[in-house]
């Protein structure tokens, strides 16, 4: 295959071409499932497909690569080429994406000087390293090369963020260098001011939009007249975060009718066409004024849900690409099997002050720091010391914070601070020798704005009283990755803490979790991290892939933070999703 941009063209194989794209990230769906996605793409009336490559998947420590599994991007890659479909690679270095820390590693922070997303020398010398496996990775499927793959982003949505244009051209130099010899393109915002900031010579500029196709454009044919009209992200619905009160939605009349005008004037991709799932600890969080994380869902009311079922949206938007490719469409593939396995009770504890040592060693620390001082990227951290003298009503308080802390004495709750608080404080009771602990939760890295390098835990001083700082404390890293010596024992009274039950299934299928008799948390199935819930949602139950389980028992986890609702909890596995 040859693709090339001539004039304001996508030219394939000499032939004029509109790209019909959706958005699927490799990193979201499990393994099993990209090959239905795919035939459900192809169905839909689209021949191409893009995806985002998150950096802090395939480096999760400094040096060390992990391209296995649902990190195979190569494989994603050669199966969506073997269904039939192009290829539009984002490798960012940042992604957004509603990822943690919009794909970057949490590592970054803990080096001095470090200042991302510029010409920082520190930065450019990481990513330049991550660039170069990744791209070993994926060199050989550019279409070049024989391969599916036609296009890459550099950066991303540069224009929202900074105007560092040597950093740009470093990047876009670095990828030819590294041997990427197809098209490059940068995606921004629709203004005259995003697209002088975010675009280079030698990259195709395209927009992220949602709606209103001639406004959007306006900037851009002014500044780039004689390019392919692309809209990179035709946002097809928007992500959910925890407190908002409802699961966005756009209607299918309404989207279709931009898919409709967009295609009229030249190409898109749809953002998402499945949204797929915030795994584990991986969902990101926006941050201005207020923080405000996301949910573990990240079905995006997307023609594909979360679960990869069609929707009414993926049959209007089907009936409107029709009319712009020239052959019969494929049938479309029926939906995976799910189902609802009924109620279980959790009937085995393991107190969190019971199992604390279990789960970590103590750090010795004068002050509290924060959780990348230790060495720590995501899950929680707990810091504890032995109080001097009496405390009663007396005020605690936070400098900063990321971004939940629960307060204890002895084992006793005394107050809950959160980042949005107006104050970062409460107030405790207790006697010289009482211990105090305060637990902290990592919610989620900011992936877009500039607050993106607010660092986790106790991230500045820690004042008792009249502003006094309270030295020598123990502080216990609790990542939560490796739950395995956890001791369970019904006796314990504590409301923070794990509890477990077994799931015995007859035949396996997709099925989702509701955790009614439970407050805040994660879960967790056979080991592997579904994600975090929170009473508060709007997301109600939590989707579970099949691969996830097993005929036979399956144990399932739930940390509860804030205790659960009644003394002999029970979980329940439904056949559909509830998001709100």
Not at 154 to 171: M, P, S
Not at 189 to 208: Q, R, Y
């Amino acid at each position: 295959m040859k693709f090339e941009i001539i004039g304001n063209q996508f030219v394939k194989d000499g032939k004029e071409t509109k790209l019909i794209s959706g958005a699927v990230h490799y990193f979201r769906n499990m393994q099993g499932t990209w090959r239905d996605i795919f035939k459900k793409l192809v169905a839909l009336g689209c021949n191409c497909v893009e995806t985002y490559c998150a950096w802090n998947m395939h480096e999760k420590q400094v040096g060390v690569f992990d391209f296995e599994g649902n990190l195979d991007i190569a494989q994603f890659i050669k199966i969506a080429g073997e269904e039939g479909l192009m290829v539009i690679v984002r490798p960012g270095p940042y992604i957004c994406s509603e990822w943690e820390f919009g794909g970057l590693p949490w590592w970054l922070q803990t080096m001095e000087d470090m200042e991302i997303r510029c010409c920082n020398e520190t930065y450019v010398r990481h990513f330049e390293n991550y660039l170069k496996h990744l791209f070993d990775q994926i060199r050989p499927l550019l279409s070049t090369n024989g391969g599916p793959i036609i296009m890459l982003q550099c950066e991303n949505e540069y224009g929202y963020y900074g105007d560092d244009k040597v950093y740009l051209n470093k990047l876009r130099d670095m990828y030819r260098d590294l041997g990427i010899d197809v098209p490059l393109f940068t995606s921004d915002g629709t203004s005259e001011n995003n697209l002088l900031d975010g675009t280079i010579d030698g990259c195709l500029a395209t927009l992220n939009f949602g709606s209103r196709v001639e406004e959007n454009f306006r900037a851009h044919d002014k500044l780039f007249p004689n390019s392919p009209k692309m809209c990179m992200e035709m946002w097809c619905g928007w992500f959910d975060d925890w407190g908002c009160g409802f699961h966005h939605k756009t209607s299918a009349e309404d989207y279709c009718k931009v898919a409709d005008d967009m295609l009229k004037k030249g190409s898109f991709n749809m953002y998402m066409f499945i949204g797929g799932t915030n795994f584990g600890f991986t969902s990101g969080a926006n941050h201005y004024e207020k923080y405000r994380p996301d949910v573990t869902s990240y079905d995006y009311d997307a023609p594909l849900s979360e679960c990869g079922d069609t929707t009414e949206k993926y049959f209007a938007l089907r009936e409107v690409i029709k009319k712009y490719v020239d052959k019969e469409l494929p049938p479309v593939p029926a939906n995976r099997e799910k189902r609802g396995y009924g109620k279980i009770t959790l009937t085995e504890r393991g107190g969190f002050f019971d199992n604390l040592n279990n789960l970590s060693s103590p750090i010795f620390s004068n002050v509290p720091k924060c959780m990348e001082h230790y060495g720590q990227g995501y899950g929680y951290i707990a810091y504890t010391t032995t109080l001097n003298r009496e405390y009663k009503d007396t005020p605690l308080r936070f400098q900063d914070l990321g971004d939940r802390a629960q307060i204890y004495v002895n084992r006793t709750l005394q107050g809950i601070v959160y980042v949005n608080d107006d104050e970062l404080k409460t107030t405790i009771n207790a006697k010289a020798g009482d211990t105090l602990t305060i637990l902290v939760e990592n919610m989620g890295r900011a992936n877009f704005g500039p607050k993106m390098m607010r660092k986790k835990g106790i991230a500045g001083r820690l004042l008792l009283g009249d502003n006094i700082i309270h030295f020598n404390w123990q502080v216990y890293p609790l990542p939560m990755d490796n739950l395995d010596k956890v001791v369970y024992g019904n006796n314990t009274t504590e409301p923070t803490g794990f509890y477990k039950g077994i799931l015995v299934v007859d035949k396996v299928a997709d099925t989702f979790i509701r955790l009614d008799d439970f407050t805040k948390g994660f879960i967790l199935v056979n080991g592997f991290n579904i994600g975090r819930y929170w009473e508060i949602g709007p997301q109600k139950n939590y989707y579970i892939p099949s691969c996830l389980l097993k005929e036979g028992e399956n144990e399932i986890v739930v940390f509860e933070s804030d205790g659960a609702k009644k003394e002999n909890p029970t979980v329940e596995f439904l056949d559909k999703p509830d998001l709100g």
